[in-house]
C-alpha cells in the first residue's frame, strides 16, 4: 500500500496522527513538550508571554495552514481511494476475464477428455470385436481342416471302396470262369 502513497502525504500524516491524537505511551520527551507547549498558552489559547495580537495572528495563519494541509490531505486521501477503487475494479474485471478464458479452456479440454475417451472405448470395442473375430476365424480355420481330414479320408475310403469293388469283380469272374 505504501506504493499508493507518495512520501509527502506519509509524513503529513505522521504530523497530522502526532499532533491530533496523543501516543499510547509518550516518551518522556513529548510530554515535556506537550507540557511546556499547553503551559505557554492561558486558556483562551492566547500565549501568556507574547503580545497578544501578533500572536494571535500567527496562531490564526499556523491553524489557517494545518487546515488547508488538512483539506488537502482528505482530498488526496480521498482521490487515493478513488484511484485505488478503481485499480481493485480493474483488477476484478481482468481477473473475472481470466476466470472466463480459464472455465473456457476447461470446457475445452473436457470435450478433447470426452473424444478420447470415446475413441479409447471405440478402440476397444474395436479390440473386443477384433478378439471376437479372431476367435472366429480361428474356429472357422480349425473347422475348414477338420472338414479337409475328413474330405481326405473319404477319397480314401471311395478309393478303397472302389478298389474292393474292382476285386469283387475279379473275384467273381476268376469264380464264375472256375465253376464253368
Do not use: F, W
Amino acid at each position: 500500500m505504501s506504493s499508493y502513497y507518495p512520501r509527502t502525504k506519509d509524513l503529513t500524516r505522521t504530523r497530522k496522527s502526532l499532533t491530533e491524537s496523543p501516543p499510547s505511551s509518550p516518551s518522556p520527551t513529548d510530554k515535556n513538550y506537550r507540557h511546556e507547549r499547553l503551559s505557554r498558552y492561558d486558556s483562551s489559547g492566547e500565549s501568556a508571554t507574547d503580545k497578544p495580537v501578533g500572536r494571535t495572528s500567527s496562531y490564526t495563519r499556523r491553524e489557517t495552514r494545518l487546515a488547508a494541509l488538512n483539506r488537502q490531505e482528505q482530498d488526496s486521501t480521498a482521490k487515493d481511494y478513488k484511484k485505488m477503487y478503481a485499480e481493485a475494479l480493474h483488477e476484478n474485471e481482468r481477473l473475472k476475464s481470466r476466470l472466463q478464458d480459464s472455465k473456457q479452456e476447461l470446457v475445452k479440454i473436457r470435450s478433447q477428455l470426452e473424444k478420447v475417451t470415446q475413441r479409447h472405448d471405440r478402440i476397444s470395442e474395436r479390440s473386443t470385436a477384433l478378439d471376437s473375430e479372431k476367435r472366429e476365424k480361428q474356429a472357422l480355420e480349425k473347422r475348414v481342416s477338420n472338414m479337409e481330414e475328413e474330405i481326405k479320408i473319404l477319397t480314401e475310403l471311395k478309393s478303397d471302396n472302389q478298389r474292393l469293388k474292382d476285386e469283387n469283380g475279379a473275384l467273381i469272374r476268376v469264380i464264375s470262369k472256375l465253376s464253368k
